[in-house]
């Protein structure tokens, strides 16, 4: 079963999602600001981190960019109402998905099933149905590597990123719904979050195009 991080300086919020996941089968670690997460990271194997935006010592986000240096695990951000724009910048700059407080434990749970399943299954064998090399203009996608490229140029994109940008390639000319999309990348209903996907087609787009 996979290995979860929860970080959050309310420990009442940290130990709530330890019980929702923990009856789940998943091994929890805790953490209660960035700096606190970012030894665990480097001391444990971690699967996924549910980590909140504003913390002491080192936030979400500056957590997030320290990371995402180093490491590609899902990241799912927890954020106030409140705390609109920095839960947009959170996914530009690598968090997969956000969960606004108050959340329920089947949304939290739906949540970290659907990263899970997407990042545990990058270095999974291709289905034969499956086309190893994908091609549209000058954007090659190696599914086996997991490897991305512009006009020769390797392109390095997160996990979501990554299938995202597959779900597109495999169907070119396609037009494509937000909702469309979330249910083919997360396999679930976006629950009103079809904006996590934009953000995310942002930041492809700010990678692939020369003036995006």
């Avoid at 490897?147 to 990123?161: F, H």
Wanted: charged share 30%.
């Amino acid at each position: 079963m996979a290995n979860i991080l929860i970080c959050d300086d309310d420990r009442e919020i940290v130990d709530a999602i330890e019980i929702y996941l923990s009856q789940d089968g998943y091994e929890i670690f805790k953490a209660y600001d960035g700096e606190q997460a970012i030894e665990i990271l480097q001391e444990e194997t971690i699967h996924l981190l549910i980590m909140d935006i504003m913390m002491p010592k080192l936030d979400g986000i500056r957590a997030t960019l320290k990371i995402r240096e180093y490491s590609s695990i899902p990241i799912i951000m927890l954020s106030a109402k409140s705390e609109d724009t920095d839960k947009i910048f959170g996914l530009n700059i690598g968090a997969d998905d956000y969960i606004t407080k108050p959340f329920t434990p089947v949304e939290l749970l739906a949540r970290v099933k659907s990263n899970l399943r997407r990042y545990l299954l990058l270095g999974g064998t291709e289905t034969a149905a499956e086309k190893d090399v994908l091609s549209v203009g000058g954007i090659e996608l190696t599914d086996t590597e997991k490897s991305v490229t512009l006009d020769g140029d390797a392109v390095s994109l997160t996990p979501t990123e990554y299938d995202i940008l597959k779900v597109l390639m495999e169907e070119p000319g396609r037009v494509f719904s937000l909702k469309e999309i979330y249910q083919a990348v997360w396999h679930g209903d976006p629950m009103g979050q079809e904006g996590t996907v934009a953000v995310h087609i942002r930041h492809i787009r700010e990678k692939l195009e020369y003036d995006p």
